[in-house]
């Protein structure tokens, strides 16, 4: 049998986030003696998605959700819960998404992850897309100028076809502006409050 490892040593170990191979790095043994002892203790090993979560983020969650005690806050938090209600991606996994024409609704949203949410300006991303028949010079400067981020933070312009006539083509001159950010437990988490507005009224924005 191999030389056991400390029960309580090896688990505050793997809980503080450090891989298998970490360890065996750290204490000097083999990868395989440590899975065998982490077998053998029945410690709860980490999903693929957990560990690449850990390697990308090794130092916790990069974002912090407030506790929501003001006014202000209870608005802000109902703004953005209802925002992404509306116009949010709900189908991609591991990002937050919130595509639209307003320019408002994305600066709202965008003070809604700060100021609510923790997420670091720094942690956003852009996109953008017009149609064939809009200036993407123009469409670039807008948005640059009215999200007050550098032009080349938007990316390449995706060009749709335009889809007929009228008034559709004036309301989107600027085009389609997507902000998101990547992390799967924030979506989680953002997911979480959205199910809990739905299914239980007496909880209606009010953060669990």
């Known amino acids: 049998m191999p030389q056991p490892i400390n029960k309580l040593q090896l688990k505050k170990l793997y809980f503080s986030g ?31 998605n957990d560990a690449l979560y850990q390697i990308y983020n090794p130092h916790g969650n990069p974002f912090k959700i407030k506790k929501i005690v003001s006014k202000k806050d209870i608005l802000l938090f109902g703004l953005g819960l209802g925002i992404y209600w509306g116009e949010g991606n709900k189908a991609n996994l591991y990002s937050v998404r919130v595509g639209t024409t307003d320019a408002q609704m994305i600066l709202v949203f965008r003070r809604f992850l700060t100021q609510i949410c923790g997420v670091p300006k720094e942690k956003f991303k ?83």
């Not at 970490?22 to 077998?39: D, T």
């Not at 064939?132 to 400067?141: E, L, Y």
Request: hydrophobic share 35%.
């Open 126 to 208: 852009y996109s953008l897309m017009v149609f064939k028949n809009a200036s993407t010079d123009k469409a670039r400067k807008f948005w640059s100028k009215t999200l007050q981020i550098k032009p080349n933070q938007l990316g390449k312009i995706t060009q749709l076809k335009p889809l007929g006539k009228g008034t559709y083509k004036k309301v989107s001159e600027f085009g389609v502006c997507t902000i998101y950010v990547c992390n799967i437990k924030l979506k989680q988490w953002l997911m979480a409050e959205l199910k809990t507005i739905q299914y239980n009224k007496d909880s209606l924005f009010k953060p669990t």
């Open 18 to 48: 450090l891989s298998m191979m970490q360890i065996s790095k750290k204490i000097l043994v083999s990868p395989n003696k440590i899975a065998y002892w982490m077998h053998k203790y029945k410690i709860p090993r980490r999903s693929i």
